[in-house]
């Protein structure tokens, strides 16, 4: 394991706070708040986060958490950056992409005009991967808008509910694995 991932993970294992029946009965949430307000934690998952991805013309991130890694990789790898926005977010037109989650449904949008995807490798980024739902419908989202998804990376995998198999079409990379 590299020093970066290192870094990033016992920032992960020390600041993630866990909260139980959150957002809903049942559901244990993984808040990475606190990682990211550590400027040392914040730096050591970026850097992390950007040594492994791989190569791509844009980054992704989701709404909203994965704003603030996709904007730091994408600075720090020199290409530009796009923000996957829950429904509503946007003015129309937009591309939507509805999914489940563990507690409901939900859907991702994107502007459908002024951002051109067609043939440009996309890494995308979140936070946390649980059942997959969401990173899956930011990946066929991009697909949608015709980017070809060079990737998918999030901090945290919390493994014990399989959200990684919902991504078998797409590269996955976690930098902690629960």
Excluded: H
């Excluded at 029946?21 to 992390?48: E, K, S």
């Excluded at 999914?99 to 459908?112: D, N, Q, W």
């Excluded at 980024?125 to 990946?139: E, F, S």
């Amino acid at each position: 394991m590299s020093r970066s991932l290192t870094t990033a993970a016992d920032a992960v294992a020390s600041l993630t706070r866990w909260v139980d029946d959150f957002p809903v009965a049942g559901v244990r949430f993984a808040d990475l708040t606190p990682v990211f307000a550590d400027a040392d934690g914040f730096r050591a998952v970026v850097d992390a986060l950007a040594a492994i991805a791989p190569e791509a013309d844009l980054v992704a991130g989701v709404d909203a958490r994965g704003f603030l890694l996709a904007a730091a990789v994408a600075a720090k790898r020199d290409v530009g950056v796009v923000a996957i926005r829950k429904q509503g977010k946007l003015p129309p037109p937009v591309l939507s992409q509805e999914y489940s989650l563990e507690y409901g449904t939900a859907c991702l949008e994107i502007p459908a005009e002024n951002l051109s995807l067609a043939g440009r490798r996309v890494l995308l980024i979140d936070d946390v991967l649980a059942t997959g739902g969401t990173l899956r419908a930011a990946a066929e989202l991009l697909t949608l808008g015709e980017a070809e998804v060079a990737g998918t990376a999030v901090v945290l995998e919390l493994t014990f509910l399989g959200g990684r198999a919902r991504l078998e079409n797409y590269p996955l990379t976690a930098l902690v694995e629960v």
